[in-house]
C-alpha cells in the first residue's frame, strides 16, 4: 500500500460515475494486525477545519451540536461522490466490537431514572456487534435487532478489556463521540485513525486532540471529493 499526499485527480484506479477513484480508497482497513495480543484498534470520525467532531448545544433535537451535521454530509447525503461511497462503505465495515461515549449513545444524563432510551438508530443499529458505552451510572445490557448489544461499563480500561474479549481478533472501533476518542489517544491504543476534513469552520464545540499530551502518526492514505478529505494515518 503505498504512502501519498493529497490527491485532487487520482490518475490511476477506476472509473466510478465518470470520476476516477484511487483502487487503495476501496479497502476496508489499512490493517487488521493483532499489536501485543490486542485486535487492531481503529478511529474514524468527522472533523472541521478548526478541529471540532461536533458542535455546540448537543441536545435530543440536535444530537450533533449547532452545525455538526455539516460535517457528515459527505456519508449522509445521496447521491455520493465516489470517493465518498467508498469511505462510507469502509466507515460501515464490520467490527469485532466497538467503544462510544454515553453522550453518543444518548442525550439523557446523570441517572438512568426510568429512561426507556434506546439509541438513537432505532430497532437495528449499524454496528451488528458488541457496543460499550462508557458511562459511571450502570444500566443492564440492551439488545436490539441485528446482533447489537449495548453494554454499560465504567471506565474505559475496562471497555477496552471487554471489547477485545468479544472482538475475536476482529478490529475494535472507537465510535466516539470526542471524549472517548480523546481517551483512547490518552491511553496511546490506536492502530489506526481515520479523518475526513470537512471543510466546514465550527468555532465552537467537541474536539478531540485536547488534553492529549503526545501524539504520532504517519499518514498512509488521502482522498479527496468536494465534501471532504479522508485521511488514513498508521499510528506506531
Known amino acids: 500500500m503505498p504512502a501519498i499526499g493529497f490527491v485532487r485527480q487520482p490518475p490511476k484506479g477506476r472509473t466510478m460515475g465518470g470520476w476516477i477513484v484511487p483502487e487503495w480508497a476501496l479497502c476496508v482497513l489499512a490493517s487488521e494486525e493483532v499489536v501485543e495480543g490486542m485486535p487492531f484498534i481503529t478511529c474514524h470520525m468527522s472533523i472541521s477545519l478548526d478541529g471540532f467532531v461536533a458542535g455546540p448545544d448537543q441536545s435530543a433535537d440536535n444530537p450533533l451540536g449547532i452545525d455538526g451535521r455539516k460535517l457528515h454530509d459527505w456519508h449522509l447525503n ?29 442525550p439523557v444524563r446523570g441517572g438512568w431514572g426510568d429512561s426507556d432510551w434506546r439509541g438513537w438508530w432505532g430497532p437495528e443499529p449499524p454496528y451488528h456487534a458488541p457496543v ?30 471487554e471489547a477485545a474479549k468479544h472482538a475475536d481478533d476482529r478490529p475494535i472501533d472507537i465510535a466516539g463521540g470526542a471524549s472517548a476518542v ?55
Do not use: W
Not at 140 to 156: H, K, L
Not at 206 to 212: N, P, Q, S, T, Y
Open 182 to 236: 480523546r481517551q483512547a489517544l490518552q491511553a496511546r491504543c490506536l492502530n489506526e485513525l481515520v479523518l475526513d476534513i470537512v471543510p466546514v469552520v465550527l468555532r465552537d464545540g467537541e474536539r478531540i486532540f485536547d488534553d492529549v499530551p503526545e501524539f504520532h502518526a504517519e499518514a498512509v492514505e488521502a482522498a479527496t471529493s468536494p465534501l471532504a478529505t479522508h485521511i488514513v494515518y498508521k499510528i506506531p
Open 132 to 161: 460499550f458505552v462508557l458511562t459511571h451510572h450502570l444500566h443492564d445490557p440492551i439488545d436490539m435487532e441485528g446482533g447489537t448489544t449495548f453494554y454499560f461499563v465504567d471506565g474505559f480500561e475496562t471497555a477496552l478489556a
Open 78 to 106: 445521496d447521491p455520493k461522490h465516489p470517493v465518498d461511497e467508498a469511505f462510507t462503505q469502509r466507515l460501515l465495515g464490520p467490527r469485532g466490537a466497538y467503544i462510544m461515549g454515553r453522550n453518543m449513545f444518548g
